[in-house]
């Protein structure tokens, strides 16, 4: 079974930057939206950013300016570049697929911010 594999995680100062990826193990036809979600402790997992096949893009406003997704379509990859970083951005990051039969979704990253 396709799986969705998350690597980049880990720890860093306020004002740090770290990069998120994200790939398919095997094929997956037809991606529509791939992107990101977080939970951070004692919060409910929230939006992110997301990506189209055509590359338009869209940012939960707390992350607006300082993160970017991209996408890489012949790796069925996506990416997260954070910079600025927050220690209220600390959470478990989790990346996304949409496929027109199934949505896949990693297995999460961990993200700490430390102030």
């Known amino acids: 079974q396709v799986q969705l594999v998350e690597s980049g995680g880990g720890l860093v100062q306020a004002g740090g930057s770290l990069r998120l990826s994200c790939a398919a193990s095997?094929?997956?036809?037809?991606?529509?939206?791939m992107g990101w979600y977080r939970q951070r402790p004692g919060k409910r997992r929230e939006f992110v950013a997301s990506i189209t096949s055509n590359d338009y893009t869209n940012y939960a406003d707390s992350v607006k300016g300082r993160f970017t997704i991209s996408r890489d379509n012949a790796k069925n990859a996506v990416y997260l570049q954070m910079n600025s970083l927050k220690p209220e951005d600390t959470a478990v990051y989790y990346c996304?697929?949409?496929?027109?039969?199934?949505?896949?979704w990693g297995q999460g990253t961990q993200v700490t911010v430390s102030s």
């Open positions: 996304y697929a949409n496929a027109p039969s199934y949505d896949y």
């Open positions: 095997g094929s997956i036809f037809g991606i529509n939206d």
